[in-house]
Each structure stands twice: as structure tokens, then as C-alpha cells.
């Protein structure tokens, strides 16, 4: 069975059929269009002998296989870092605050440290996620932050939760960059946008999961009737009990957590072959066998599709974070205790988890993202207007705040999706993504000054600022659609025969000619 190639005449039509270095290019140059390479002794396979389906199998019960062995642990993974990171929200309404004596806005700085160090590691994290292998690097990640989540349930002092922070920014830095560019590597453009929801959509399942968590692990904490488990304060509990569950699955994970298809023992030569040339059709050759110079980091930045790739997560970072740190704050507002505070936190994340894969389903029904961005960034906005507009309506306040969670956790994962796999090669999806994420996270630190309490209750300079930056994601999104909508439309019109060798091609990656972008 053949992917993309189904007959001659489409075979001919497909633009993106590059064939790969099976043995791989051994030399640590990059690639420089000004210098030839030496191609004499690189081998290429026939990729209609490559591309056909192992006869044990079928593409649908072999995409199956590979669902179940890529997507869970991926989710399971993300959706506890996830929880590690904003719980601290949770923990706030169960006197975080007050047990730590924190002053005006050192609530607020806490929450930035976190963002220092994930910002600076995105870049050199997914690096050595390449060099030491996803099993490896995530599982020592995930076991890490899980212990500093401990930790912080431990600290006496405003130092301490600073330290702890920064510390758990260290170690999540490599998670979501890490696993979006691991899917990425697995799936083709066009079926892609559904798995990468589904795992994205698990920071909305840790947002639900982690109310309801709150709101069982609270009621362990001390109270002006009881001293509560061991004397702790509920606040203390939450960290202590999610950290520790984050340290024994990532023991687990370290035997179970998938690597790339050249590395996975789980299939058979012959499915690897297969995954590795359905792949080559869709996306060119990988160049995964070459190690990633400073020239191939440097060289990825001269795209500017890569700048607003960066833009377009910007602007989405600011209204989620905003609303998974302080959604407990906001509900707060509203009247509700501390355990109503949790409980009602849980239905906005649920409904987001749902429109998400709604999104998701349609944008690769229809093989296009651009619209699928637009949308939920639509319903984003009008969620913040009702937001800004009404004070005296809790039920109309309680059902914005639905559209804000629906609107930016179903945009995110279509534009991280949609940029991702536009990126050719290991080498300029491994650079873009960690770059789109960190740079992206730039707009975590500005989340976490939008809610000041001394903004409270209406908090419109919050809601002001996180519409601000919708608009710009939405400007960034029709400015990166037109971009790789005249790219392909250029390359369509140009001379198809440049002369340029099948490693040329593996090292320009998605700037390769024949290369053509998903809008």
C-alpha cells in the first residue's frame, strides 16, 4: 500500500517527495549552498520499494500500533507537568499566601520565576532530547520537577518558594517542546493536528483534574477546627501529594516513554522502514543522523516564517497562563469558598478539552489550519469582552470565562501544530519548535503581572491586556498564512530541477524547493 503515491499521475503531482540517506551523513558540516558537498559515497533507497506497507500489516492497524505506544505516555507526561506548574494557583486558595507572609506582588514574582529558566533551556533542551534519546531525557525531566513540586510544600519562606520555582522552570523546560517535535517525527502533516490536540488538550484535562484534586487534597490541610494530616496546611498537601505521583510514573516512564521511529524497538525493521518513508513523502528527508551545529541553529533564524511562528504562540502564552494561574482568583471573586472555588473551576476545562478535539477533527478533515486558528481565537475575544463589559452577572461572568478556555486551549495546539510540522527535517523542527515555545513563554511573565490584586475584583487591566495580545496572535496568524501561502504559490512558479543533490535537499528542510506548506 502506498501513501501520497496511490498512482503515477499523482506521484507526479506531489512536490514533496525526497528520498533518504538511510546510512545516514556522517559529516558534522552543515550545509552551505555556497560550498559543494561531497555526495559520492551517500546511497539513496528506491523510495517505491521503501514506501509500501509491511504485508503483516495494514497502514490503519500500524498507525494504531504506534498511537498507543506515542500518545498516552506523551499526555500522561505532559498533563503532570502541566499540574506541577499551576497548581500553585490551587495552593493559593488554601492560604499559600498567608502561611508565607507574601506582600503585594510577590505572589505574582513567584510565578515569574518559573518562566526565567523555561524560556533560556527550550533551545538546548531539545537538543539533547536529540542526542540522549526521549526515554532518557524526558523521564529524568519529569522525575525531576515532580521532586521540586515536593519541595515546594516544604518551603517556610518567600526565598524558598522563589528557589523552588525557578528550579521547577529548569526541569519542565524540555516537556512541551520536547514532545511536540517527538509527535512530529511519528505523523504526517495532514493527520497530525488530531494528535497533537489530544496531547495538548491534556493541560486542560491537568486543569480539571487538578480542581478536583484541590478540592479532596485541601480538605487534609489544618483548619481553625482541626489540625489537619500531620499538622500541614491543605496548600502543602497539594504540592507534596502531585509531586509525589509525578516521581513514581516517571520512574515507570523511563521503560515505557517512546523514541523516534529510527530508534523504536517496538516495531519491526520493516515498520520502520515504512513509518520512516510515509514520512519522507510527506515531510523530506530527516537528516536525524547528523548532529545539530550553531551554523544550523544560526541559519534557522534567517527564515522570518520562523519569527512569527514565535509571534503567534506570544500572543496565545499571555490569556492561558492568565487564566490557568489565576482562574481560582477570578472564581473567587464570585463569592465561592475555597472548595466551590476548586469545584467550579473544573467545568470551563472540560468543555475546553471537548471544542479542542472538535478543532482539532475538523482542521485535518478539511487539511487546513489557518481558519481553525482564527476561529477559537474569535470565541477568545469575546470571552474577555463580556469579561471587561459585566460586574453585576455571575452566571454571564461564570459562562465568559467558558469562552476564554475554549477559545485559547483549542487555538494553541493548531498553531504550534500548524507551525511544527510546516518545519522540515530534524534539524529545523527541532530548533523552530523549542524557539516557538520559548520564545512564546516570553508572554508567561507578562500573565503573571496581568492579575494584580490590587485590581480586584473586575480585574479589567488583566482581561484588557490578555485581549491585547489575541489580537496579536490573530495578526501574527494572518501574517504567517500569507507567508507560506505565497512561499508554495513562488515554488509552484519557479523551475522544479534546481540542481540540487538529495543531501542538499535534506539540509534546507523545509526551505527545500520542493517543499510545499500547509496552509
Request: glycine share 8%; proline share 5%.
Amino acid at each position: 500500500m502506498f501513501f501520497s503515491l496511490g498512482s503515477k499521475k499523482k506521484e507526479a503531482a506531489s512536490p514533496n517527495i525526497s528520498i533518504d540517506n538511510e546510512k545516514g551523513v556522517k559529516s558534522s558540516n552543515a550545509y552551505d549552498p555556497a560550498i559543494p558537498s561531497n555526495t559520492e559515497a551517500t546511497e539513496y533507497d528506491d523510495p517505491s520499494v521503501a514506501a509500501v506497507c509491511p504485508p503483516h500489516t495494514t497502514e490503519r492497524r500500524l498507525m494504531m500500533k504506534i498511537d498507543l505506544r506515542v500518545i498516552p505516555f506523551l499526555c500522561i507526561l505532559y498533563l503532570l507537568a502541566f499540574l506541577d506548574r499551576v497548581n500553585i494557583g490551587n495552593a493559593r486558595s488554601f492560604g499559600l499566601a498567608k502561611d508565607l507572609n507574601l506582600k503585594s506582588v510577590e505572589y505574582n514574582t513567584a510565578l515569574t520565576m518559573f518562566f526565567v529558566p523555561y524560556i533560556v533551556m527550550e533551545i538546548p533542551s531539545n537538543i539533547l532530547l536529540k542526542e540522549l534519546s526521549p526515554r532518557i531525557w524526558l523521564s529524568f525531566c519529569m522525575f525531576s520537577f515532580g521532586l521540586i513540586c515536593m519541595c515546594q510544600g516544604f518551603v517556610q519562606s518567600y526565598g524558598g518558594l522563589l528557589t523552588t520555582r525557578f528550579l521547577l522552570g529548569v526541569f519542565e523546560s524540555g516537556m512541551f517542546p520536547g514532545c511536540f517535535y517527538l509527535i512530529g517525527m511519528w505523523y504526517k502533516r495532514e493527520e497530525a493536528q488530531r494528535r497533537y490536540s489530544f496531547f495538548f488538550s491534556s493541560t486542560t484535562l491537568a486543569g480539571a483534574f487538578g480542581g478536583l484534586l484541590a478540592a479532596a487534597i485541601g480538605k487534609m490541610g489544618k483548619t481553625t477546627t482541626s489540625n489537619g494530616v500531620n499538622g500541614y496546611s491543605g496548600w502543602r498537601w497539594i504540592f507534596i501529594l502531585e509531586g509525589l505521583l509525578t516521581c513514581v510514573i516517571a520512574i515507570i516512564f523511563f521503560f515505557v516513554i517512546p523514541s523516534f521511529p529510527e530508534d523504536a524497538n517496538w516495531l519491526t525493521p520493516e515498520e520502520r522502514d515504512y513509518v520512516k518513508a510515509r514520512l519522507r513523502v510527506d515531510q523530506g528527508n530527516s537528516a536525524k543522523e547528523r548532529k545539530i551545529t550553531l551554523r544550523d541553529v544560526g541559519r534557522v533564524f534567517k527564515d522570518y516564517k520562523i519569527i512569527l511562528g514565535g509571534f503567534m504562540y506570544f500572543g496565545m502564552i499571555v490569556p492561558a497562563y492568565g487564566y490557568a494561574f489565576f482562574a481560582p482568583t477570578i472564581l473567587a471573586t464570585y463569592g465561592y469558598s475555597p472548595i466551590q472555588t476548586q469545584l467550579h473551576s473544573v467545568p470551563p476545562w472540560a468543555a475546553a478539552f471537548g471544542f479542542a478535539m472538535v478543532i482539532a477533527f475538523c482542521s485535518d478533515f478539511a487539511k487546513h489550519r489557518f481558519l481553525f486558528t482564527i476561529i477559537p481565537i474569535s470565541i477568545a475575544i469575546t470571552g474577555f469582552g463580556i469579561l471587561i463589559r459585566v460586574h453585576d452577572n455571575t452566571d454571564v461572568q461564570y459562562a465568559a470565562l467558558f469562552l476564554v478556555a475554549m477559545g485559547a486551549y483549542s487555538a494553541m495546539p493548531v498553531i504550534v501544530c500548524w507551525f511544527n510540522m510546516n518545519l522540515g527535517g530534524h534539524h529545523r523542527r527541532a530548533v523552530g519548535s523549542a524557539w516557538q515555545v520559548g520564545f512564546g513563554n516570553i508572554g508567561g511573565i507578562i500573565a503573571t503581572y496581568a492579575f494584580l490584586q490590587t485590581d480586584a475584583p473586575y480585574y479589567k487591566k488583566g482581561y484588557s491586556i490578555c485581549l491585547a495580545f489575541l489580537c496579536l496572535s490573530a495578526v501574527s496568524c494572518c501574517a504567517y498564512g500569507a507567508a507560506v501561502f505565497f512561499a508554495n504559490r513562488n515554488r509552484e512558479r519557479a523551475p522544479r530541477n534546481v540542481g540540487l543533490t538529495e543531501y542538499e535537499k535534506t539540509e534546507l528542510g523545509d526551505m527545500n524547493p520542493d517543499y510545499r506548506y500547509l496552509l
